[in-house]
């Protein structure tokens, strides 16, 4: 099975290690990281999106704009706009793009900070709102004629767009959130559930969970995972890297005043739970920045010589995972690191286990 690289574009030069400098959007610096992600080989580049963030669909529309086949993950979260119009939107630029636009589906899983764009309901009720905005979303891209929907969160009458990605059948729908609830949702309507970068023990458990919800609705569902892959010429000069790296989000953690606070949702609480195991489990699975900063998004590391980290990628596909959402703590340069030393070699490796498997 062929395999899918997603990096990372933000709006501005920033990490856990880098304080951001100037403005929160700098458009010089996305068609720079996005031209970077495309000459370096990513299939697609995920645009993040939080409740004080820039539109993260006019960033992607931007990246579009200066590349020509790096593709788009935009995260999206549901219930803060009518999901027909959210429907067009995304078809409408998936048509200008050229069929390179794929959806991130984000419920949310912290209650302070979607109270900040004003949504007020429990958890379960969130994922009970993204079943239905889905189940629309999914009938306005591919409905030939109107359609009418009567859920507890949304009713329309005469629903129909005529704008229709040149994707068949639509639009991608990628899927975060670890609780009951939302595998529940994945298992309906994801085509790609994606986790955080966990332990084998644990993305094997996933993995197991997902596809039998899925099976309930005869569907088959592809997984990625998130890492932030840490490379060295060898393996002692990237553990070396990887404690540095520790030393550097220490000190601008305290420069910044942070406060750990219990985890908003249950991805977290996983990536912790690894954490207590140790800073380093299975083969090279590093925990330190998830362990410092809470677990707060995407924050445990491969830590190794690119030959080994592939090795490690190799593993996961093994259990199943076939997209890999990798970042570095230095934006912009680790993306172009991981072209030249990380992703051909992962291919060649995912190749040659695909030939021995036949």
Known sequence: ???EFIGYIGGHHAS?????????????????????????????????FHSNSPDSTLIASHAASVTQKLQFLIAHRPGFAQPTL?????????????????????????????????????KDERYARTDEYLSVVRQEWTSEKPFDFAGTYYQVEGAHSSVKSP???????????????????????????????????????????????????????????????ILAETEEAAWARAETILQQ????????????????????????????????????LWTGIAGLLGAQGNSTSLVGTPEQVAEALLDYYDLGITTFL?????????????????????????????????
Not at 22 to 43: K, S
Not at 275 to 284: H, S, V
Not at 338 to 356: D, E, F, N, S, V
């Open 1 to 3: 099975m062929s395999i």
């Open 16 to 48: 856990e290690i880098h304080p951001r400098s100037g403005p929160v959007l700098q458009p010089e610096y996305v068609e720079t990281v996005a031209r970077a992600h495309e000459e370096a080989g990513f299939d697609r580049a995920l645009v993040a």
């Open 86 to 122: 959210a429907a067009r939107q995304f078809a409408t630029l998936d048509v200008f793009n050229g069929g390179r636009t794929a959806v991130h589906i984000i419920t949310g899983g912290d209650d302070r900070e979607l109270r900040a764009d004003g949504s007020y309901i429990g």
């Open 167 to 229: 994707q068949q059948p639509h639009i991608p729908l990628y899927f975060g959130g670890s609780s009951a609830a939302a595998i529940a949702v994945a298992g309906k309507h994801a085509d790609v559930y994606a986790l955080w970068g966990e332990t084998y023990e644990q993305v094997r458990e996933t993995v197991t969970r997902v596809r039998a919800e899925a099976a309930r609705h005869g569907r088959t569902i592809r997984f990625s995972l998130s890492l932030r892959p």
């Open 249 to 284: 989000a220490t000190a601008l953690a305290e420069q910044n005043g942070f406060v750990r606070r219990e985890p908003p949702n249950e991805g977290s609480r996983r990536l912790l739970a690894a954490a207590a195991q140790g800073a380093r489990l299975d083969k090279r």
């Open 326 to 358: 990798i970042r570095g703590f230095d934006p912009l340069n680790d993306a172009i690191d991981y072209g030249k030393r990380l992703i051909p070699l992962t291919r060649q490796l995912i190749a040659q286990r695909t030939q021995q498997v036949a």
